[in-house]
């Protein structure tokens, strides 16, 4: 596979050597194999969501069935997570309910943080908050919040909004 688009001055177009052990009888097969290798870095980072993100190295399951329970259950919020991570970076001005439920993305955000709730707000300022309930310090210089810190504080905003939903029982 080569580079299509035109490389900046002076450099060379990038060439892939690829193998596989899928036989390739004709150009459309070539096409699907290359375009599903485009998305190898999501898998990758999926796997790394689900490692580091969410801790599973620290899992003390001890059964072959608890293994796979844990397994399924973790490969579902690095999913999710992950969805979360890419969207807010990706659509920051889309409301925060689209990703999060309305308790997570309203009320409870803007109660901890004590600022009036005037709806959802958007997918960039709750991932800020999430972050910082993850310890993230929200520095210019920090960068992005990544999947540990953003884990950290979905747990804790979990542990809130249960701790909210309790006290306001009727």
């Known amino acids: ?23 390739i ?7 699907q194999l290359l375009t599903g290798y485009t998305f190898r870095w999501r898998v990758e980072r999926f796997h790394d969501t689900r490692k580091s993100g969410c801790g599973v190295e620290k899992w003390q399951l001890e059964t072959a069935d608890r293994i796979k329970a844990g397994v399924a259950m973790y490969s579902v919020i690095a999913s999710r997570l992950q969805y979360r991570t890419y969207l807010a970076r ?6 925060a309910s689209i990703a999060l439920s309305p308790t997570r993305s309203g009320g409870s955000c803007s ?21 910082s309930l993850g310890g993230s310090f929200g520095r210019r210089r920090d960068g ?6 953003l884990w950290r504080g979905l747990r804790a905003l979990q542990f809130w909004v249960e701790g909210w939903e309790l006290a306001h029982l009727r």
């Open 111 to 131: 109660q901890m943080h004590r600022i009036p709730s005037h709806g959802s707000p958007d997918l960039h300022t709750a991932r800020r908050w999430i972050a």
């Open 25 to 31: 009888p004709d150009l459309g097969t070539t096409r």
């Open 90 to 95: 990706t659509e920051p001005g889309l409301p």
């Open 1 to 23: 596979a080569q580079q299509t688009d035109v490389p900046p001055a002076g450099e060379k177009p990038i060439t892939w050597w690829l193998l596989t052990t899928i036989a």
């Open 144 to 149: 992005e919040p990544g999947v540990k810190v």
